[in-house]
T-cell receptor, first 111, second 114 residues
Framework: SQQGEEDPQALSIQEGENATMNCSYKTSINNLQWYRQNSGRGLVHLIL?????REKHSGRLRVTLDTSKKSSSLLITASRAADTASYFC???????????FGEGTQLTVNP | GAGVSQSPSNKVTEKGKDVELRCDPI?????LYWYRQSLGQGLEFLIYFQGNSAPDKSGLPSDRFSAERTGGSVSTLTIQRTQQEDSAVYLC????????????FGNGTRLTVT
């Protein structure tokens, strides 16, 4: 079963709006990561947040982590058409070293 | 090269044939992962290698799947007696170490079993 589950599965917004994607997971983690995948390509790492961190920023990206609720959110501010992609969360569990991915959120930003 | 390289980019094979997929990780990266992604789905973990440690093979779906990593660098994923359900994109990724965090992905091999 998937460790991370993203919500929503699909999101369509207008350029300039903010996009929020959520991720829930089941076990204790060392860190949680967000990746982006453009159609037909490999995944690109966006940001990593450690289990002892609550919030992290990188450019237009803001990630929060709530370990008590076992959830994370990715906020993309002032979205652009070029942000259209699938976004995946991935967790590295404390019990092992593998990185487990969720099903992803398909984000469409309309110009 | 600068990134993770996978070959071939596309592979069409007949059911029952064996296939080999290759991954060249980033130089100096000791951890190497293989994932499988079906159309419109998330990533399914297959196997990872970390240095000289025994690989974690717990994600391999059947004994038709095997992988090796020679000299701590190039890895090959072999699928024997391919089945139609093996059709997917096979993604390879590397990182400095297993605990280093960010994975660097190749663009994958799209396998189609007819």
């Amino acid at each position: 079963s998937q460790q991370g589950e993203e919500d929503p599965q699909a999101l369509s917004i207008q350029e300039g709006e903010n996009a929020t994607m959520n991720c829930s997971y089941k076990t204790s983690i060392n860190n949680l990561q967000w990746y982006r995948q453009n159609s037909g390509r490999g995944l690109v790492h966006l940001i990593l947040i450690r289990s002892n961190e609550r919030e992290k920023h990188s450019g237009r990206l803001r990630v929060t982590l709530d370990t008590s609720k076992k959830s994370s959110s990715l906020l993309i501010t002032a979205s652009r058409a070029a942000d259209t992609a699938s976004y995946f969360c991935a967790t590295q569990e404390t019990s092992g070293s593998r990185l487990t991915f969720g099903e992803g959120t398909q984000l469409t930003v309309n110009p | 090269g600068a990134g993770v390289s996978q070959s071939p980019s596309n592979k069409v094979t007949e059911k029952g044939k064996d296939v080999e997929l290759r991954c060249d990780p980033i130089s100096g990266h000791t951890a190497l992962y293989w994932y499988r992604q079906s159309l419109g789905q998330g990533l399914e973990f297959l196997i990872y290698f970390q240095g000289n440690s025994a690989p974690d093979k717990s994600g391999l779906p059947s004994d038709r799947f095997s992988a090796e990593r020679t000299g701590g660098s190039v890895s090959t994923l072999t699928i024997q007696r391919t089945q139609q359900e093996d059709s997917a994109v096979y993604l390879c990724a590397s990182s400095l170490t297993v605990l280093a965090g960010a994975l660097h992905f190749g663009n994958g091999t799209r396998l189609t079993v007819t």
